[in-house]
């Protein structure tokens, strides 16, 4: 099977997108299928950079039509709300090129007969979305498309007038009557697409990062030192509070805690900065902003235990979050809110620990009782790292994605011409 998945994210690193573009790529061609990928290319790619675009190469066995051209937009630094929705505009901007680019690409190769069975967008986009599944008619390619997030207008400062916002709701109220399937991240997604999708929709939770999982992370704890580590932007200021909060409670009883928090988006970790001096945690709290992939193992296999709240809300239950099977593939515990569908893969206090209530004392309770028995700790972790191989790896999700695509989307099996 011949499939083209179509991404205006960078790869084949970058953010949680392409961690989820690179895995299904990654999946897929292992399961068989022959797997092209047209996408804008990482920053410090591991592709040799080229002057023409959307020139083939070659990532471990998959061909990238990448365009270096368009260069990569730097998302929004400010907090301003207009240089914010100003940001946002130009980011829309600088990768028309590309997308208009590219749809002539699969123009081209499709009216030449070196046809796909299959297109896949990674991206929820509208506009774009509509131009593919026309493309897709023309050739009579079935169109596929992927879903990893709803979000309510009160999780962005402009509301409504939100521009990514607006993309993602109006991708949901035009788009899917057009395609063939669908692949959702969550349950809760899958029950927001129309009826008539439900039987061609498969739910892929997550798939391991292989490149920043257990597997290439050395385990280098410092001795003396328990380190708790939580990884995101903290664009919900409620999920850095809760880490300081637990540290403030836990600093003078165990002196050996560190807490690290990286990644962090620049206005908010300037906010953070300034909390953690007037509380005096410069000792036990330490604050990061964006980390490159090498540095991100390296704070990963120093690691003790992760912690990856979310509160229930709208997004949570129509989410999952694409970070939790690296953390659970270091072998490290990781404390985590039983939101949406976290609960149908993990178990409380056997593969992983529950937050209930999402309160400081609550998470400083569980750091304090993975400090005070480390055997236990060690066992949670094991058992964590176990359930990746069974829920969240890529070479599953691969086949099953495959198989899906062949029976249910293309009607039967098809002649493995990778």
């Not at 292992?30 to 070659?58: F, K």
């Not at 391991?208 to 995101?232: C, D, H, L, P």
């Not at 005096?280 to 709240?309: I, W, Y």
């Not at 009782?369 to 990746?388: D, H, Q, T, Y």
Request: hydrophobic fraction near 40%; include cysteine; aromatic fraction near 10%.
């Amino acid at each position: 099977m011949n499939i083209a998945i179509f991404s205006v994210v960078p790869f084949p690193f970058g953010t949680a997108a392409s961690t989820r573009t690179r895995s299904l790529a990654l999946g897929l061609q292992e399961a068989g299928g022959a797997v092209t990928v047209i996408a804008l290319p990482s920053v410090g790619s591991p592709l040799p950079q080229n002057d023409g675009p959307l020139v083939p190469q070659h990532w471990r066995g998959i061909t990238c039509y990448l365009n270096w051209r368009s260069g990569i937009p730097e998302p929004p630094k400010s907090s301003s709300i207009a240089r914010n929705l100003a940001n946002r505009l130009l980011k829309g901007r600088n990768v028309a090129p590309f997308i208009g680019e590219a749809l002539g690409f699969l123009d081209d190769v499709c009216a030449k007969r070196k046809r796909f069975d299959l297109i896949i967008l990674y991206n929820q986009d509208w506009k774009l979305g509509r131009s593919l599944a026309v493309l897709c008619r023309r050739y009579s390619i079935a169109f596929v498309q992927c879903f990893s997030e709803r979000h309510a207008p009160g999780d962005y400062k402009l509301g409504f007038l939100e521009p990514h916002f607006l993309r993602e709701y109006f991708h949901f109220f035009f788009i899917p009557r057009h395609c063939d399937g669908a692949v959702v991240i969550s349950t809760g997604l899958k029950r927001m697409l129309p009826k008539y999708l439900h039987d061609r929709t498969v739910v892929v939770p997550a798939m391991t990062n292989t490149e920043a999982g257990g597997g290439s992370i050395i385990r280098k704890v410092e001795k003396g030192i328990f380190q708790v580590a939580y990884f995101g932007g903290g664009i919900r200021r409620e999920n850095p509070k809760l880490l300081i909060d637990a540290a403030t409670i836990l600093g003078r009883t165990f002196p050996q805690l560190r807490v690290v928090l990286f990644g962090l988006l620049p206005e908010v970790l300037s906010h953070f900065t300034e909390d953690v001096s007037r509380k005096h945690l410069e000792n036990s709290v330490r604050l990061r902003g964006r980390v490159k992939e090498e540095e991100l193992q390296e704070l990963f296999g120093a690691t003790d235990a992760f912690v990856l709240p979310r509160f229930s809300d709208f997004s949570a239950q129509c989410s999952f979050p694409t970070r939790l099977p690296e953390m659970l593939l270091t072998g490290a515990p990781v404390i985590v809110s039983d939101v949406g569908d976290v609960g149908l893969y993990l178990e409380d206090a056997i593969s992983a620990i529950f937050l209930r209530k999402c309160t400081g004392e609550e998470l400083a309770e569980k750091i304090a009782f993975l400090i005070a028995n480390p055997e236990i700790k060690e066992s949670i972790g094991s058992c964590g790292r176990a359930v990746v191989d069974n829920c969240f790896s890529y070479r599953k999700w691969g086949d099953e994605v495959l198989s899906f695509f062949q029976t249910k989307i293309l009607g039967g099996p098809m002649e493995n011409e990778h």
